[in-house]
């Protein structure tokens, strides 16, 4: 390893304590399980461990037909959103110390959407709704030539918090009312109807209103806030949902 | 090489009321109300003068006899019972799956909100303090002026 050098010379004499972590994980395999089952891991880990990263011990150590999905491992990507000790939350985010590691720590996929194998969701229910609410910039009217649309910061501020969206679906399978029939657009969509609906250069927020004025729309947040609690980029998504539900009644942004 | 892409898809015009808009902005208004409606009638009842131990038939007598009493509790009556029952209707279509079912709770829902709106506007309404041919000692006292 090119790190080994530098790690010589810090010739660091005691060593990083490690500790012995218990992992239950909700494993599902579609050939043979009929119903998901619980299965234990010890693993041996250090406190700046992230969970995927026993995720990962786990998988390439003990048991190779452990399934779950990861892309860039550092929070940007939305792809490992699991349920962790009964929250939703980004494995490669959570870290080992933050958890109480006295207790075994139980790993499950996200809830609301159909389960396919191990710790991966079907997201298409998920995307479907993010389709629906037309999450793009439109607009009639060309921009100056030469030019790009000129937006002042005030404006670029009234939607940055809901430009963070990673749609890793923590939110839309912590919410209550998403789990019950699957119908509800779920806070992401909403979130990312919110960012154009508020964006000035937009003008089809009108579009996006209507379609959340819809039965299955806005009005069926109970604000539970579980959608706020469980978002790994700290969005105020209630917040998000609560403004477009006043746009509605307004009838513009 | 150029592409084309289809048109995003255009709704088509929104027709009638929107009831679940109006729905959620009820819950709203009418909880707004009810905190004043239901903490001023607990406070009457309960606090003011003797409090609790006021509470017999002449006392709820004494009240409706007051056309503003009449008022705040038919008022009281339609905000809390509608308000229940909106909140009845969205447990409803969030747990009632099968649309069988659904049908059938809300449908039982509503009949059993009328029922109680009825029965309740009958109460306040036809309210009589002297029913003829009651035993006077469960009567209010002023009965016997009015007989």
């Known amino acids: ?253 | 090489m150029t592409v084309s892409i289809e048109t995003p898809r255009t709704l088509p015009q929104r027709r009638g009321v929107n009831w679940e808009k109006w729905g959620w902005i009820y819950m709203r208004a009418s909880g707004v109300v009810l905190v004043v409606l239901i903490f001023g009638h607990l406070f009457v009842n309960l606090m003011v003068g003797e409090g609790v131990h006021a509470i017999d038939f002449a006392f709820v007598a004494g009240k409706w006899a007051d056309p503003f009493w009449v008022v705040w509790d038919t008022l009281l009556l339609f905000l809390a019972l509608i308000h229940g029952a909106n909140g009845m209707r969205t447990i409803i279509n969030d747990y009632a799956q099968k649309p069988g079912l659904r049908k059938v709770l809300s449908w039982a829902l509503l009949g059993s909100t009328v029922v109680l709106l009825v029965l309740g506007a009958l109460v306040i309404f036809t309210f009589d303090p002297c029913p003829a041919g009651s035993p006077a000692d469960l009567l209010p006292s002023f009965c016997g002026d009015i007989n």
Request: aromatic fraction near 8%; proline fraction near 5%.
């Open chain 1, 1 to 253: 390893m090119s790190t080994a050098t530098l790690e010589g010379q810090a010739a660091p004499t005691e060593t990083v304590q490690s500790f012995t972590v218990t992992l239950i994980i909700r494993r599902f395999d579609p050939e043979v399980d009929s119903e998901p089952r619980w299965q234990d891991f010890d693993v041996e880990l250090f406190a700046t461990d992230r969970v995927l990263d026993a995720l990962h011990k786990i998988k390439w150590e003990q048991d190779g037909s452990l399934t779950f999905r990861r892309s860039c491992a550092h929070g940007i990507c939305g792809s490992d959103a699991m349920r962790i000790n009964g929250r939703n939350r980004l494995a490669c985010k959570t870290l080992i110390k933050d958890l109480d590691i006295s207790k075994p720590i139980y790993v499950e996929a996200i809830k609301g959407l159909p389960l396919e194998k191990d710790l991966i969701v079907d997201m298409e229910p998920f995307f479907d709704a993010y389709k629906d609410v037309q999450p793009f910039l439109v607009s009639n009217t060309a921009p100056e030539k030469g030019k790009e649309r000129f937006q002042s910061v005030a404006d670029r501020e009234r939607f940055d918090d809901t430009t963070k969206c990673i749609l890793c679906a923590a939110c839309t399978s912590s919410c209550p009312i998403f789990w019950t029939d699957g119908q509800y657009f779920g806070p992401a969509a909403i979130v990312n109807a919110h960012r154009f609906i508020f964006d000035s250069r937009d003008e089809a927020s009108e579009t996006r209103l209507d379609i959340l004025n819809d039965k299955e729309g806005v009005w069926r947040c109970r604000t539970t806030f579980n959608c706020s609690e469980a978002c790994p980029r700290g969005i105020q998504v209630t917040k998000a949902i609560a403004e477009v539900k006043q746009a509605i009644m307004r009838g513009k942004p």
